[in-house]
Nanobody, 126 residues
Framework: QVQLAESGGGSVQAGGSLRLSCTAS????????MGWFRQAPGKEREGVAA????????YYAASVKGRFTISQDNAKKTVYLQMNSLKPEDTAMYYC???????????????????WGQGTQVTVSS
């Protein structure tokens, strides 16, 4: 199964920026779509942003559109999430995911073969 390694989390003040990276061990059918989900304490995991690794189409949750940008470097098998104008409500554990269903940004649409990273914490203080 594909292994995903994340990096780039941290703590910033509101209005600041962070960039997350997610590197896949290999590109397979399951990495057709890669992206990020996040989970805040006491809340359900939600889709944030995703990208089709074949045609570069990005997908964003309404809550982050205009502030977050997802991109990829195919040669490095890496997907990036540039997060600008961060808000306290963006505080969560961010998980990279790879699966056909990731581009739908809905957890329930991921298949049983979905790959997940270990998670990286993002904390935004007011």
């Amino acid at each position: 199964q594909v292994q995903l390694a994340e990096s780039g989390g941290g703590s910033v003040q509101a209005g600041g920026s962070l960039r997350l990276s997610c590197t896949a061990s290999e590109y397979t059918r399951s990495t057709a779509c890669m992206g990020w989900f996040r989970q805040a304490p006491g809340k359900e995991r939600e889709g944030v942003a995703a990208i089709s690794t074949s045609n570069n189409s990005p997908y964003y949750a309404a809550s982050v559109k205009g502030r977050f940008t997802i991109s990829q470097d195919n040669a490095k098998k890496t997907v990036y999430l540039q997060m600008n104008s961060l808000k306290p409500e963006d505080t969560a554990m961010y998980y990279c995911a790879a699966d056909f269903g990731v581009c739908r940004l809905k957890l329930e649409l991921l298949t049983d073969s979905a790959a997940w990273g270990q998670g990286t914490q993002v904390t935004v203080s007011s």
